[in-house]
């Protein structure tokens, strides 16, 4: 079986713009949620969110592209930039034939079509723009991305709410393994935070008032973030065939469906993702050094994810270190598992364990080593991390270092 590596990686979150200073904010425990800018706010009861700022899509795009671009497309394009340059593909090339994207969204063109229905709900326009539905689609960043890149390979778009772009990478992992694709661009993109999807996630009062606290005894929910990020992967061989860098490896995906409830999350499901993973990599729980939780803040999640990382891991499950990088870049859905991706392959590579921000103090129920509130130097060998969604959908992806004599960084 095909051995399936990293060698580039393109992030863009409310801890700013690249992997320099998503990597910096990790190391530091800086918190990318804060008040809205803007008037994004009015009308919300909801105060915070982690936005993207600093992003001016007409100095990045040309004009007659940016026209077809919702923002969570722009944020998609923008990652899968960066992860190319990082891996050095150059176009041109006989690599871009068969070589495809699956990205993980949501929601998709959410200010586009909050837009369309305000043109014709609130200002009672006749008709609206031309270019809404190639904005909203679903598979617009994964379309953008392939005509951006040139690929012809197997390209398209994958939607599973919370779990869509660790579902993505965990297809992408497929597709390379059975030789479909020798390089794929796999990640996730969401632009959720516009008025009237906020209103919809205030209606299932489960957003924090000010801020995100993962599994804390004082957290009161999520908090809604944007963002995307993109992984380019392809099999050992061609990595070293052209001589490129390996930020290591996507070792195994295990993907699981609770068939139970649509928004109340399941033990047995998450944990049964967890084995498929640790199964599918060749791994046992003992191999994995850290975990990357799901760790939304709400009450009900984090206590299952806690019980489910407990039936996995037996004992040690109080000890191996787990935190929530949600705590610092906000619940992005659909691209929270590659923003997270991101973020276990920088704790692997650099030698450290993110913080989980924001925690006061324990719960009993979430009998867990989260890593409270500071960063913390580790050699990790394989690491996991986690995506549960409503619908009872599961996705987890166990990633590990690459020995110097394979070609790791």
């Given at each position: 079986?095909?051995?399936?590596?990293?060698?580039?990686m393109?992030?863009?979150?409310?801890?700013?713009?690249?992997?320099?200073?998503?990597r910096?904010?990790?190391?530091?425990?800086?918190?990318?949620?804060?008040?809205?800018?803007?008037?994004?706010?009015?009308?919300?009861?909801?105060?915070?969110?982690?936005?993207?700022?600093?992003?001016?899509?007409?100095?990045?795009?040309?004009?007659?592209?940016?026209?077809?671009?919702?923002?969570f497309?722009?944020?998609?394009?923008?990652?899968?930039r960066?992860?190319?340059?990082?891996?050095?593909?150059?176009g041109?090339?006989?690599w871009?034939?068969?070589?495809?994207?699956?990205?993980g969204?949501?929601?998709?063109?959410?200010?586009?079509?909050?837009?369309?229905?305000?043109?014709?709900?609130?200002?009672?326009?006749?008709?609206?723009?031309?270019?809404?539905?190639?904005?909203?689609?679903?598979?617009?960043?994964?379309?953008?991305?392939?005509?951006?890149?040139?690929?012809?390979?197997?390209?398209?778009?994958?939607?599973?709410?919370?779990?869509?772009?660790?579902?993505?990478?965990?297809?992408?992992?497929?597709?390379?393994?059975?030789?479909?694709g020798?390089v794929?661009?796999?990640?996730?993109?969401?632009?959720?935070?516009v008025?009237?999807?906020?209103?919809?996630?205030?209606?299932?009062?489960?957003?924090?008032?000010?801020?995100?606290?993962?599994f804390?005894a004082?957290?009161?929910?999520?908090?809604?973030?944007?963002?995307?990020?993109?992984?380019?992967?392809?099999?050992?061989?061609?990595?070293?065939?052209?001589?490129?860098?390996v930020l290591?490896?996507?070792?195994?995906?295990?993907?699981?469906?609770?068939a139970g409830?649509?928004?109340?999350?399941?033990v047995?499901?998450?944990?049964?993702?967890?084995?498929?993973?640790?199964?599918?990599?060749?791994?046992?729980?003992?191999?994995?050094?850290?975990?990357?939780?799901?760790?939304?803040?709400?009450?009900?999640?984090?206590?299952?994810?806690?019980?489910?990382?407990?039936?996995?891991?037996?004992?040690?499950a109080?000890?191996?270190?787990?935190?929530s990088?949600?705590?610092?870049?906000?619940?992005?859905l659909?691209?929270?598992?590659?923003?997270?991706?991101?973020a276990?392959?920088?704790?692997?590579?650099?030698?450290f364990?993110?913080?989980?921000?924001?925690f006061?103090?324990?719960?009993?129920?979430?009998?867990?080593?989260?890593?409270?509130?500071?960063?913390?130097?580790?050699?990790?060998?394989?690491?996991?991390?986690?995506?549960?969604?409503?619908?009872?959908?599961?996705?987890?992806?166990?990633?590990?270092?690459?020995?110097?004599?394979?070609?790791?960084?």
């Amino acid at each position: 079986m095909r051995r399936v590596v990293v060698t580039g990686m393109g992030v863009i979150s409310a801890l700013g713009r690249g992997r320099e200073a998503f990597r910096e904010g990790l190391r530091v425990g800086r918190c990318g949620i804060g008040p809205w800018q803007g008037s994004l706010g009015e009308g919300l009861r909801m105060a915070v969110g982690a936005q993207v700022t600093g992003f001016d899509p007409a100095t990045i795009f040309q004009r007659g592209p940016l026209n077809v671009m919702d923002r969570f497309a722009q944020f998609g394009v923008w990652a899968a930039r960066e992860a190319c340059e990082q891996a050095g593909l150059k176009g041109g090339g006989a690599w871009q034939e068969t070589a495809g994207v699956v990205m993980g969204t949501c929601v998709g063109g959410q200010q586009s079509t909050d837009d369309g229905y305000a043109a014709l709900y609130r200002e009672g326009k006749a008709a609206i723009s031309p270019f809404t539905v190639p904005r909203v689609m679903g598979n617009a960043a994964a379309s953008q991305i392939s005509m951006e890149f040139g690929l012809r390979g197997p390209s398209f778009s994958v939607a599973s709410a919370c779990a869509s772009s660790n579902h993505a990478l965990g297809l992408a992992l497929h597709l390379v393994r059975s030789g479909l694709g020798e390089v794929m661009m796999a990640g996730g993109s969401e632009a959720p935070l516009v008025y009237g999807h906020l209103k919809a996630w205030e209606a299932l009062r489960v957003v924090a008032p000010e801020v995100c606290r993962p599994f804390c005894a004082e957290r009161r929910g999520m908090v809604l973030g944007e963002g995307a990020a993109v992984l380019v992967l392809e099999s050992l061989d061609h990595a070293r065939r052209r001589g490129a860098t390996v930020l290591g490896e996507l070792a195994g995906a295990g993907m699981s469906s609770d068939a139970g409830h649509i928004t109340q999350p399941s033990v047995e499901g998450a944990s049964v993702a967890m084995e498929r993973a640790l199964a599918d990599a060749g791994l046992t729980p003992d191999d994995i050094d850290y975990i990357n939780a799901h760790g939304t803040g709400t009450k009900v999640n984090d206590v299952t994810e806690s019980r489910a990382i407990g039936r996995v891991f037996g004992e040690r499950a109080r000890t191996i270190p787990v935190s929530s990088t949600k705590s610092m870049h906000g619940h992005t859905l659909g691209a929270a598992g590659a923003i997270e991706a991101v973020a276990t392959l920088l704790a692997l590579g650099d030698g450290f364990v993110p913080p989980t921000m924001g925690f006061v103090r324990a719960d009993p129920e979430c009998p867990l080593d989260v890593v409270p509130n500071r960063s913390r130097p580790a050699r990790l060998r394989a690491a996991m991390s986690n995506g549960f969604a409503f619908g009872g959908l599961n996705a987890v992806l166990v990633f590990r270092r690459l020995p110097a004599e394979d070609g790791g960084g």
